[in-house]
């Protein structure tokens, strides 16, 4: 581990409740945060799973005021957060619920912006831009994977450009994260094997890149060990609560270790590939592209690569630095495939035509600048290019 003499580690604002059965305490966090009616922001197959039925008698059993907005879509969408936002206010919110994946936790924290601030959430759109303190957020995923959680930023698709865009700063953390493992058992192979991707994502990039230091570091490669040793079983046998504790820990973990980083080549990748006519699922993204960003990637920080290979279980004793380092790539490209993750860009809808804009807008992402190894706008075009 190397160690900088000097660097950030932002603080977390979050309070996080984790364990199986945590869930039954929201009446209580949202009485901590000053009780008053909220808006719980979610999408139909929360209510279909009954999760919504059950937050609902939850908090009426316990006389506080809930409306739902149930509408989220995968990526969400900049008038979807203005519809959500208009009921939020129209209900008087003052807590703002997220439940679910990603997509809904980061419109919950979306529409708790917008509630405090003027216009359009696309005016805010880069970092620490908001000028007034979103209400509070109880953020509860349902999938362990993007660590919305417990980060700042909020992604959601621009509606007029069909471009994903961000809103990001330290104003953005939820105030509470709720991490109830037994939500995320009845998760579905395919999704538990795209959002245990975008977790290793976050904890390899965020391992490997220029910005990390010794906090994020110890996070990161616990959140490494956690998933080579629990996502197979987790995808394949989703009842073993053990699997799912461990799968949501680690997507917390890497949360919190990214916030300090920011990632690499794969997310850079991965915003454009949710876009234009491809949107691909951003876990989807990530868990094809990791493998080939991380041969790219991995002469330039062999030791930590190496450090990654022994992490996720690889055998690489006695074995010369830079071979070490290859088979870190080499145990996540075997992960994925175990876990059904396609192997080619292609088998996810890209074609030949897509890599032009694709690597046009990875390129603008603030993940290349702190990537392991300098990319260019044609090494972004080769890497796109093998993985098709
Ligand atoms: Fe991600």
Same mark, same amino acid.
């Given at each position: 581990?190397?160690?900088?003499?000097?660097?950030?580690?932002?603080?977390?604002?979050?309070?996080?409740?984790?364990?199986?059965?945590?869930?039954?305490?929201?009446?209580?966090? #949202?009485?901590? !945060? /000053? $009780? =008053?009616? +909220? @808006?719980?922001?979610?999408? *139909?197959?929360?209510?279909?799973?009954?999760?919504?039925?059950?937050?609902?008698?939850?908090?009426?059993?316990?006389?506080?005021?809930?409306?739902?907005?149930?509408?989220?879509?995968?990526?969400?969408?900049?008038?979807?957060?203005?519809?959500?936002?208009?009921?939020?206010?129209?209900?008087?919110?003052?807590? #703002?619920?997220? !439940? /679910? $994946? =990603?997509? +809904? @936790?980061?419109?919950?924290? *979306?529409?708790?912006?917008?509630?405090?601030?003027?216009?359009?959430?696309?005016?805010?759109?880069?970092?620490?831009?908001?000028?007034?303190?979103?209400?509070?957020?109880?953020?509860?995923?349902?999938?362990?994977?993007?660590?919305?959680?417990?980060?700042?930023?909020?992604?959601?698709?621009?509606?007029?450009?069909?471009?994903?865009?961000?809103? =990001?700063?330290? @104003?953005?953390?939820?105030?509470?994260?709720?991490?109830?493992?037994?939500?995320?058992?009845?998760?579905?192979?395919?999704?538990?094997?795209?959002?245990?991707?975008?977790?290793?994502?976050?904890?390899?990039?965020?391992?490997?890149?220029?910005?990390?230091?010794?906090?994020?570091?110890?996070?990161?490669?616990?959140?490494?060990?956690?998933?080579?040793?629990?996502?197979?079983?987790?995808?394949?046998?989703?009842?073993?609560?053990?699997?799912?504790?461990?799968?949501?820990?680690?997507?917390?973990?890497?949360?919190?270790?990214?916030?300090?980083?920011?990632?690499?080549?794969?997310?850079?990748?991965?915003?454009?590939?949710?876009?234009?006519?491809?949107?691909?699922?951003?876990?989807?993204?990530?868990?094809i592209?990791?493998?080939?960003?991380?041969?790219?990637?991995?002469?330039?920080?062999?030791?930590?690569?190496?450090?990654?290979?022994?992490?996720?279980?690889?055998?690489?004793?006695?074995?010369?630095?830079?071979?070490?380092?290859?088979?870190?790539?080499?145990?996540?490209?075997?992960?994925?495939?175990?876990?059904?993750?396609p192997a080619r860009l292609s088998q996810a809808g890209m074609r030949e035509?897509h890599?032009?804009?694709?690597?046009?807008?990875?390129?603008?992402?603030?993940?290349?600048?702190?990537?392991?190894?300098?990319?260019?706008?044609?090494?972004?075009?080769?890497?796109l290019k093998?993985a098709l």
């Amino acid at each position: 581990m190397s160690f900088p003499s000097t660097f950030r580690f932002l603080p977390l604002p979050t309070e996080i409740h984790f364990g199986p059965g945590v869930l039954s305490t929201l009446p209580e966090r #949202i009485r901590a !945060l /000053g $009780g =008053g009616p +909220s @808006l719980l922001v979610t999408d *139909a197959g929360m209510r279909a799973a009954g999760f919504v039925d059950r937050i609902e008698s939850l908090l009426g059993e316990a006389g506080l005021a809930c409306r739902v907005y149930d509408a989220v879509t995968p990526d969400s969408g900049t008038s979807l957060i203005a519809e959500a936002t208009a009921l939020a206010k129209q209900a008087g919110a003052a807590v #703002i619920i997220g !439940l /679910g $994946g =990603g997509s +809904s @936790l980061d419109t919950a924290k *979306a529409v708790a912006a917008m509630c405090t601030n003027p216009g359009n959430i696309l005016d805010y759109a880069g970092i620490d831009k908001l000028k007034h303190k979103p209400l509070p957020v109880v953020a509860i995923p349902t999938a362990a994977g993007t660590g919305s959680e417990v980060t700042y930023w909020s992604v959601f698709l621009d509606d007029q450009t069909r471009v994903k865009a961000a809103v =990001g700063g330290v @104003l953005l953390f939820p105030a509470v994260a709720l991490c109830d493992p037994e939500l995320t058992l009845t998760l579905p192979p395919s999704l538990t094997a795209a959002t245990g991707m975008d977790a290793l994502g976050h904890a390899i990039e965020c391992y490997v890149n220029d910005a990390c230091q010794p906090i994020s570091a110890a996070l990161a490669l616990e959140a490494i060990r956690l998933i080579g040793r629990h996502l197979r079983s987790a995808v394949l046998n989703g009842r073993r609560i053990e699997s799912r504790s461990a799968m949501l820990l680690a997507s917390t973990m890497a949360g919190i270790a990214m916030n300090s980083t920011r990632l690499g080549l794969a997310h850079a990748f991965a915003m454009p590939l949710g876009s234009f006519d491809l949107r691909m699922p951003h876990g989807l993204a990530i868990g094809i592209t990791l493998p080939y960003v991380m041969r790219f990637n991995a002469p330039a920080r062999p030791e930590r690569y190496a450090e990654i290979a022994a992490a996720v279980g690889e055998p690489i004793s006695g074995l010369p630095l830079r071979e070490a380092a290859v088979r870190a790539a080499e145990s996540v490209a075997a992960l994925a495939q175990d876990i059904g993750i396609p192997a080619r860009l292609s088998q996810a809808g890209m074609r030949e035509e897509h890599i032009e804009p694709v690597a046009a807008e990875a390129i603008k992402s603030g993940n290349v600048a702190v990537n392991p190894r300098r990319a260019t706008l044609e090494d972004l075009k080769a890497i796109l290019k093998e993985a098709l």
